[in-house]
């Protein structure tokens, strides 16, 4: 603990994501396609998760680590504005399959281009050897976390 508060890496991680999140929301604003909403960084985490061919909403929540539950509001959300579509499986009508719209696969370019922005800006501040080391050490764990939850370790 340090006086401005938890230094273990939950923390640490929680300060550096509000940090990105403030510095996207506003930008993401501006590079929204016409006619659409701005995206928030767990829309476009979701959107960017989504294969253009579908998936199902159990296994896109499972990728996510989500619940169901949770990904259905956010998903309805999305569909509503245009940002994805559902449908039912063909080979189990019971089976929801969500997949993004080009309006959706449009908002996820924008805000990927303001999220390498924001990156380049985060790499220049704290050094480019650093920052590499940064991001090699997170592609670790996250490829030792969805190995260890039996997700392809890409």
């Not at 303001?114 to 592609?139: S, Y």
């Amino acid at each position: 603990m340090t006086d401005e508060g938890p230094d273990h890496v939950l923390a640490l991680l929680g300060y550096a994501m509000d940090g990105l999140r403030r510095e996207l929301v506003p930008r993401m604003q501006h590079e929204a396609p016409a006619g659409s909403t701005p995206l928030r960084p767990s829309q476009v985490r979701l959107l960017s998760l989504t294969p253009r061919e579908g998936m199902r909403v159990t296994d896109l929540a499972d990728r996510l680590g989500m619940t169901k539950q949770s990904l259905g509001e956010l998903a309805t959300a999305l569909e509503r504005d245009g940002m994805l579509e559902s449908g039912r499986d063909p080979s189990d009508g019971r089976v929801r399959i969500l997949r993004p719209t080009d309006t959706g696969l449009a908002a996820v370019a924008a805000a990927e281009r303001v999220i390498a922005e924001v990156e380049a800006e985060w790499r220049a501040r704290v050094g480019p050897d650093r920052w590499d080391q940064l991001r090699d050490i997170l592609g670790d764990v996250a490829r030792l976390h969805r190995s260890s939850e039996g997700h392809p370790a890409s």
